[in-house]
């Protein structure tokens, strides 16, 4: 064995002590100096006169050592040739030396609190765990519910709402990122932003989880071949919260956890024994587009109801507000706002969702009313307005199925959201379908994600095909145009949702090429992943759905009134009350009815009038007109539809 030299030994205790932090450094620097005054000032006592006492040969040595200016008044050569070297050693060690150190450590402090990584030290706050492209319109819909907020912080007895939001690694990009959101703007700068992972005790003790009026997790994206999936995020999230509040012994804080895979909702519910509400995230969006199938031109329904903006958007009222009265009582009073019903409290916990209930229903006081309106305002008693006549409502009929040919539908792309979105079309058992899903996803990986899913294609008569969709002669041959429906999808295989956006739109255009030539043109539905894609695609005839801005709003709304996902997911899914457009030759409608007149007129069926689809956009590029004016005409012309919800 060789032995160590010397002065290896000492460079490595050296680095050890300099990597202990800046405590340490500075210790280091200090005995330098002391050492460099030492010997400085042992230098020149031999000279005698002023430097007869160490100590004050040492005081000279450390003052030209920290201090240049004294340079000027040493005499003799001897001496100032030492205090040169002093000064020399001074500009180096002292200064140099001591200022990085100071500097670099300053600048870690900074970089650290950049970081977020100081706990917060809020209550009653809403947290939300992940920075997806969700997050920022999210964060617009927290903002902009202002009456539904109000009752949220009153209810909670809180001033102002307190955001938090924990990231993988806060940055100021993310900053400037939701200050260029609509909606958000200045506002950006409430929000606080904390580094971590919400699989991290520790990250979730950052945010204070525990503290909080409410926690939202939003589904993270993964790889698709990676074994640890968002669900799988999500559970370890609700552990870690559900045993630091058995540590602590406190109360667990309400939840609103997104969700792919449904199959995991009772992982879920054995996972967090708090209060929990769980959006299923790609279902939610499949059962959006299978609606849209069945009923064309709902999409723009679900952009008015389910995001941020102007237009309509559906409110729950405690039974408390109008104990007592009747639905069609309650509906008189509310001139500014549509009555679709009540939800009933369940013996087994939960609620039972009875929209189109008979006007003549009693409201409860542990009962919820559910109303369409354009502002929380509006859902409550003005007595500024005078009562509407009554409108009866009967008991609802259940439309018989029309008996209807084979849908086909070409779904073009893949994501995981194609086995959901498979289950959903054969949920619907009174309608036939054909169901090509073209992609240049290898076909063994397909065929074992949706036998993983446990889909029967052959319910939906479902074909997997293998083509790339953006070579124009692959799709030439599948002929797009022999369809009814196009579904185009935003890939979760690209990098990015810019990219998956990117070819998505880039290959709608092709379609549209392609279509251009056919007599008869099919649906076509695009799907984007990326809310700020939008606004690209100027005058498209497809029906456009921004999923992330659709489940930020569903998670945004939940987290502010949970009874709002059992509505959402009574109106979108197969069976109970839908929303339909109908025919306004259905109905026996004069020239010159008014939105009162169709209240009644549909009432006597049991349905509840919505607004009218118009043909012709408005100035605004808007086709539909929701929750009218009682004393509007609707002046319906060829083409134009009833917005209608009924039971099916």
């Known amino acids: 064995m060789l032995p160590f030299r010397i002065i290896d030994r000492v460079k490595f205790v050296l680095e ?143 001033q102002r709402l307190r955001l938090v939001v924990l990231a993988a690694q806060a940055s100021v990009e993310q900053v400037y990122e939701l200050r260029n959101e609509p909606g958000v703007g200045r506002r950006a700068r409430e ?105 064309p031109n709902l999409s723009e329904v679900y952009n008015e109801l389910l995001t941020a903006g102007e237009g309509s958007e559906i409110f729950v009222r405690g039974g408390e507000t109008a104990e007592g009265l009747t639905l069609g009582e309650l509906a008189s009073q509310r001139p500014n706002a549509i009555v679709l019903g009540l939800l009933h409290p369940a013996q087994a916990g939960g609620w039972t969702v009875n929209l189109l209930a008979p006007s003549d229903t009693v409201i409860r006081s542990d009962d919820r009313v559910v109303l369409l309106a354009g502002d929380y305002a509006h859902t409550g008693p003005d007595p500024k307005l005078e009562p509407l006549p009554r409108v009866e409502r009967m008991p609802a009929q259940t439309s018989i199925p029309v008996a209807r040919g084979k849908h086909r539908v070409l779904v073009l792309g893949w994501n995981r959201r194609v086995p959901g979105l498979a289950e959903e079309f054969g949920s619907y058992s009174d309608r036939e379908f054909e169901l090509d899903m073209v992609s240049a996803t290898p076909l063994q990986d397909r065929q074992r994600e949706m036998s993983g899913y446990g889909v029967d294609l052959a319910s939906v008569n479902g074909r997997l095909l293998e083509a790339d969709y953006m070579v124009e002669d692959e799709l030439r041959k599948l002929d797009p145009a022999s369809y009814h429906t196009v579904m185009l999808l935003s890939s979760d295989r690209i990098g990015s949702d810019e990219e998956a956006d990117a070819r998505a739109m880039v290959g709608y255009l092709q379609l549209e090429d392609v279509l251009s030539e056919a007599p008869v043109r099919p649906q076509v539905m695009l799907e984007l992943s990326d809310p700020d894609n939008r606004h690209l695609i100027y005058g498209h005839q497809s029906e456009m759905l921004i999923s992330p801005m659709i489940l930020s709003h569903v998670l945004a709304q939940v987290a502010l009134r949970r009874e709002l996902r059992v509505v959402l997911d009574e109106l979108f899914t197969v069976g109970g009350a839908e929303i339909q457009f109908r025919d306004p030759e259905d109905y026996p409608l004069p020239a010159s009815a008014d939105f009162q007149f169709l209240e009644k007129t549909l009432a006597t069926r049991g349905e509840v009038a919505l607004g009218v689809r118009r043909e012709a956009a408005d100035d605004r590029g808007r086709h539909l007109q929701m929750n009218l004016p009682r004393k509007q005409y609707l002046d319906l012309r060829k083409g134009d539809q009833l917005l209608v919800m009924c039971r099916s």
């Not at 809403?126 to 949220?152: I, K, N, Y």
Request: charge should be negative; include cysteine.
């Open 191 to 295: 929000v606080i932003l904390r580094s971590g992972s919400a699989i991290q005790p520790d990250a979730l003790h950052r945010v204070a989880c525990l503290d909080a009026a409410a926690v939202i997790v939003p589904s993270q994206g993964y790889d698709a071949d990676s074994p640890v999936t968002s669900d799988v995020e999500t559970v370890k999230a609700l552990l870690s919260i559900a045993a630091q509040a058995r540590h602590f012994g406190v109360s667990l804080p309400f939840v609103v956890a997104e969700i792919q895979d449904m199959r995991k909702l009772s992982v879920i519910e054995r996972a967090y024994p708090g209060a929990v509400e769980v959006v299923a995230g790609d279902s939610t969006i499949s059962r959006l587009m299978v609606q849209n199938v069945l009923h």
């Open 16 to 158: 050890r002590q300099l990597l202990k932090g800046a405590g340490f450094q500075l210790l280091v620097v200090g005995l330098f100096i002391g050492l460099i005054s030492l010997i400085g000032g042992l230098l020149v006592v031999p000279q005698g006169g002023e430097f007869e006492d160490p100590g004050a040969a040492i005081w000279w040595a450390f003052l030209r050592l920290t201090d240049p200016g004294y340079l000027g008044d040493d005499v003799g050569t001897w001496q100032r040739i030492v205090s040169t070297l002093l000064t020399i050693l001074g500009y180096v060690v002292f200064m140099g030396t001591l200022v990085a150190i100071l500097t670099r450590w300053l600048i870690a402090k900074m970089t650290d609190l950049e970081l977020g990584l100081t706990p917060v030290t809020l209550r009653n706050h809403v947290v939300v765990l992940g920075w997806t492209a969700q997050t920022p319109p999210l964060v617009a819909e927290l903002f902009g519910s202002s009456g539904r907020m109000r009752r949220f912080l009153e209810k909670h007895d809180t």
